[in-house]
């Protein structure tokens, strides 16, 4: 990975993070902002993406939400998926300082899997 000089804030000087944007306008892009929001420093880092991979992306972005809006909603619900969330929280207050709880990874599993299906479909549409 090659080096990229830092971007600064240009109202307060401090060193800006990178972000992902997940809006409707703008998903999977990245950009610089400075940690006080009240600043206003937004500045891109990547380019404008295509019209079909803004939709394939926020479709996507939408799935991992609904997808993680169950998993929370099981944990919540006492009949249904309450022992597999006792469990979890079981295990990830023992490993919290090194591992994931189980759901953690089922959800970074299903992640995984979109990840891997929409490299597959742009590596169908470039080819
Ligand atoms: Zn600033």
Sequence with gaps: ?????????RRCGRKA??????????????YYA???AQHGFVQWHDGPT??????????????????ENEAAAMCKDQDAGAGVCVEAQK????????GYSLARKGLMLVCAIVIFVSGLV?????S
């Design 1 to 9: 990975m090659d080096y990229e000089s830092a971007i600064y804030c």
């Design 17 to 30: 993070p990178r972000w992902i944007s997940w809006s409707e306008a703008n998903p999977g892009r990245r």
């Design 34 to 36: 400075c940690v006080e």
């Design 50 to 67: 295509s019209a079909f991979l803004r939709v394939l992306l926020g479709d996507l972005r939408d799935r991992v939400w609904m997808v």
């Design 91 to 98: 295990r990830n207050e023992q490993t919290s300082s090194t």
């Design 122 to 126: 742009l590596g169908m549409l470039l």
